[in-house]
């Protein structure tokens, strides 16, 4: 059974290089279940009600978010009834939605999708490591596959994570930075593992936000308005090959794919 997870979709060019060539990929890779992390899809933050249904109509099985999560408020008008959105899973106390949701998928599988945010360089919640382990041990008898989207600032932190997991978890992607990394592989316990999906959005811009504001900002160091850049768009992630007879992740490979302009 193949997987294809998307990197961090960012605003209206990122969804319009789904709506064109999502589906083609879908066919051409033999794809059974898609997830895509959402947290920058509405207008560079957060995540709205309609732009949810419209990435879930393009095919999309699961959503995931991460630090950004609730900076669009429409979120809560529908985050605790949709089983499709998965926000990390170690916000602190008695947060709304989930943070880990069992699909079924390919034959008849059950697949488990955990997302996790990082503490390095990244909002306080609790920690990731512990609470995920507890999650893993909890559902581990009733899964065929767990694949986790940990979203992360730092490569160390999110290495050590997948480094901990390997053997327990089928597949550990990373998010948030935008950047996709060369590094996939299957760790030695079998984990397939990339540290940064990339993005799903505009090419010429920083991390998918349009570039002047930015750079005032580093020049300045006072506030400024960040808007999703325009132009032509790139879609990033992983396919993933798991074997069905033993439930494991067998290949993992990154694409990087352009929508002229
Ligand atoms: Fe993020």
Redesign the pocket.
């Given at each position: 059974m193949n997987i294809l997870i998307i990197g961090?979709i960012v605003g209206k060019p990122g969804r319009a290089i789904l709506k064109a060539m999502l589906s083609k990929i879908q066919r051409e890779n033999d794809i059974s279940f898609t997830i895509a992390n959402a947290?920058?899809a509405a207008g560079g933050r957060g995540l709205t009600q309609e732009i949810k249904d419209d990435l879930i109509g393009m095919g999309i099985d699961v959503l995931t978010m991460?630090?950004?999560v609730w900076d669009n408020k429409n979120i809560f008008n529908f985050i605790d009834d949709e089983p499709r959105l998965i926000r990390p899973i170690n916000y602190p106390g008695d947060c709304p939605g989930q943070g880990m949701h069992i699909y079924k998928a390919g034959f008849n599988k059950n697949i488990a999708v955990i997302n996790a945010s990082g503490r390095v360089y990244m909002p306080a919640l609790d920690c990731p490591f512990q609470t995920i382990n507890e999650v893993v041990n909890d559902i581990k008898d009733q899964v065929d596959f767990i694949i986790v989207d940990f979203?992360a600032e730092a490569t160390s932190e999110k290495m050590a994570l997948a480094h901990y997991l390997d053997g327990r978890v089928t597949v550990l992607v990373g998010?948030?930075t935008h950047i996709q990394t060369a590094d996939e592989r299957i760790l030695p316990q079998g984990t397939a593992y990339i540290t940064d999906l990339g993005m799903t959005g505009p090419v010429d811009s920083i991390l998918g936000m349009a570039k002047g504001p930015i750079i005032d900002k580093f020049l300045n160091a006072r506030p400024a308005r960040f808007e999703v850049a325009t132009g032509p768009a790139q879609m990033q992630g992983v396919v993933l090959q798991l074997d069905e007879e033993n439930n494991k992740a067998t290949h993992i490979e990154r694409f990087s794919y352009y929508l002229g302009d």
């Open positions: 961090d947290e920058n991460g630090n950004h979203h998010t948030h």
